[in-house]
Nanobody, 125 residues
Framework: QVQLVESGGGWVQIGGSLRLSCAAS????????MAWFRQATGKEREFVAS????????YYADSAKGRFTISRDNAKNTVYLQMNSLKPEDTAVYYC??????????????????WGQGTQVTVSS
């Protein structure tokens, strides 16, 4: 089992920045690819970004490209999502997820084995 705990969410003004963190425990963190998803009220959960087990490559949804950066620190068992130039449409609950290590990136929710409880991000004026 892998336990994932997100933190760093909150309220931020339009154009502001937030950094989300997801701390993992339970199994060897470097055995897992990690991803961030988000779910806005009344909408389906959607892929945001992913990073391979060693941080070698990253992949972003179009909505995140150029504004968000996913990174990881395997020594700290933590994955991050730096979010800049935030927009109201970024308002959502953000979840981190883990799947077994791979050189490929996956955007489908059903391939991820472990999920955190989510952290709320609200962007407004």
């Amino acid at each position: 089992q892998v336990q994932l705990v997100e933190s760093g969410g909150g309220w931020v003004q339009i154009g502001g920045s937030l950094r989300l963190s997801c701390a993992a425990s339970g199994r060897t963190f470097s055995n897992y690819n990690m991803a961030w998803f988000r779910q806005a009220t009344g909408k389906e959960r959607e892929f945001v970004a992913s990073i391979t087990w060693n941080g070698g490559t990253t992949y972003y949804a179009d909505s995140a490209k150029g504004r968000f950066t996913i990174s990881r620190d395997n020594a700290k068992n933590t994955v991050y999502l730096q979010m800049n130039s935030l927009k109201p449409e970024d308002t959502a609950v953000y979840y981190c997820a883990a799947k077994s290590r791979s050189s490929l990136h996956y955007t489908a929710q059903n391939v991820y084995d472990y999920w955190g409880q989510g952290t709320q991000v609200t962007v407004s004026s």
